[in-house]
C-alpha cells in the first residue's frame, strides 16, 4: 500500500487532506472441468479533503474535530483459465467456450465524514496520538439486490442498501528532530457499501509505520 498526506494550520483551524491506493490479489483451484484456475486482482484507492477546529490547543495536548469529504474507487479483475486438458478441446468448440474468461469492473463513490483526532505528549519527544472517523450516512444509498442460483434459474432477491465507512487509528509518536517525525500504530478500516448489484464490506486492520516532514 502507498498513502500521502499534507497538513495546513492556521491558528486554531486545521485543513488537511489524505490519499491512499493498494493492490491484493489471489488464486485458487476449481473443481470443475472447463474451468480449473481462477485469479483475483482488486485495486483500492481514495482521497479525502477535511476542515477541522481545534478545541484543545496548549503545548502537552491538543483535540481536533473535522468533517470533509472522502473519495473511494475500487476495481477488480477476475480471470478463469482452463487446465489445457487436451480430451475437452472439442467439447470447448462445440460449446463455443473460450480457453480463458476475463472479466473487471469498477465503481466510486464519494462520502461525508466527521471524525476527531487527537495527541498527548507522555514523555519528551513521544506522544500518544489516536483518530478515528465515521463516513457515508448512507448518502449513496438506493436500491440493492443480490444474486444467486436455484437449480438451473438465477434469481434476483432484493436486499437492503447500505453506504457506510468507519475508521479508527492510533499509536506512538516520535518528534526525531525539529523537522522530522515517525509514527507507528495500528489502523481499523471497514467499509459497509451495497447498492444496485455491487457489494463493498471490506474490513482491514494491522499494524502501520509512517513518516512526515514539519514546515
Known sequence: PVALSADIRYQRWEFFGDGQYMEVGDSATLPG??????????????????????????????????????YTHLEGDLSLVNNGDARLVILRRLLGIRNKLDFSASTGWVDPVIGARGKVKIWKATSLYAEGDVGGFDANSGSAYEIHREGRTIMRDSV???????????????????????????????YDFVKSGFTNKIDLNGPFIQSGINF
Open 160 to 190: 437492503d442498501s447500505s453506504d457506510w465507512s468507519y475508521q479508527l487509528q492510533g499509536g506512538l509518536e516520535f518528534q526525531i528532530s525539529r523537522w522530522f517525525w515517525a509514527q507507528a500504530g495500528w489502523r481499523y478500516l471497514k
Open 33 to 70: 472441468l472447463l474451468f480449473t484456475d481462477a485469479t483475483a486482482h482488486m485495486k483500492v484507492g481514495g482521497a479525502g479533503a477535511f476542515a477541522g477546529y481545534r478545541l484543545i490547543n496548549c503545548d502537552k495536548a491538543w483535540l481536533t474535530l473535522f468533517a470533509g469529504a472522502r
